[in-house]
Nanobody, 121 residues
Framework: QVQLVESGGGLVQAGGSLRLSCAAS????????MGWFRQAPGKEREFVAA??????NYADSVKGRFTISRDNAVNTVYLQMNSLKPEDTAVYYC????????????????WGQGTQVTVSS
C-alpha cells in the first residue's frame, strides 16, 4: 500500500510553466509505476503521463511539453508542465500501480487527492 499527496497546482498564464509534485509514503516510488491523470469539469478523467523503471509514456496531447520524473531520495514523482494551454486546465491526480506503466485508469489502485491547475488565456 502507498499513500500519495499532490501539490504544486495553481493559476498560470498560457505559455507558462508549472511543476506538480506527488509525495509518496508506504513504499519508495521506485517500487511502483507512477502515473498522472487529469479531469476537467464535465469531462472524463484522462491519462497524462506515466513512469516506471524502464518506460516513460505520455499522452499525445502533452508530448514535448510535459516531463514526468522521480526523485527516489525524497520519494517523490514530478510532472514538469511547460508551454501550458487553457485546455490543460483540470484537476491533476497522481496514481500508483505495481509493475509496468499503464494509461488505463482502472489499473491504478492508489490515488492522491488531486491538485487544481488553471491556465488563463
Amino acid at each position: 500500500q502507498v499513500q500519495l499527496v499532490e501539490s504544486g497546482g495553481g493559476l498560470v498564464q498560457a505559455g507558462g510553466s508549472l511543476r506538480l509534485s506527488c509525495a509518496a509514503s508506504g513504499r519508495t516510488v521506485s517500487s511502483y509505476a507512477m502515473g498522472w491523470f487529469r479531469q476537467a469539469p464535465g469531462k472524463e478523467r484522462e491519462f497524462v503521463a506515466a513512469i516506471s523503471w524502464s518506460n516513460n509514456n505520455y499522452a499525445d496531447s502533452v508530448k514535448g511539453r510535459f516531463t514526468i520524473s522521480r526523485d527516489n531520495a525524497v520519494n517523490t514523482v514530478y510532472l514538469q508542465m511547460n508551454s501550458l494551454k487553457p485546455e490543460d486546465t483540470a484537476v491533476y491526480y497522481c496514481a500508483a500501480r505495481r509493475f509496468g506503466t499503464s494509461s488505463q485508469e482502472y489499473e491504478y489502485p492508489y490515488w492522491g487527492q488531486g491538485t487544481q491547475v488553471t491556465v488563463s488565456s
